[in-house]
């Protein structure tokens, strides 16, 4: 899975519209192998974005679980001391 793409599904407060049409945006991105499409496929990858983002938003609608839901800025917190851990390691 590309780095970029955050999980979504199970946070308090829930994803934000903005949030999942990043994540299609960065799928779209590492499928097609592009950051900036050419002008004339400018038009599929836009359209390939918002499909995604649609069919991600209907995904996250549906799941279910039964587990609390998780805490935005301690998800981040842990995922910062991970990194650090990762880079002292590589260092």
């Known amino acids: 899975m590309c780095r970029n793409i955050r999980q979504l599904h199970n946070f308090e407060p829930p994803a934000t ?6 994540a299609a945006l ?4 590492k499928v097609s192998g592009s950051t900036k499409p050419s002008r004339a496929n400018q038009e ?4 390939a974005v918002e499909e995604v983002a649609a069919v991600t938003q209907r995904l996250l609608d549906q799941l279910v679980t039964s587990a609390p839901p998780k805490d935005r ?18 260092g």
């Open 73 to 90: 800025e301690v998800e981040a917190a842990k995922a910062k001391e991970r990194a650090r851990q990762r880079y002292q390691q590589a």
């Open 26 to 29: 960065q799928y779209v991105r």
């Open 44 to 47: 599929a990858f836009d359209e």
């Open 17 to 22: 519209s903005e949030e999942v049409r990043a």
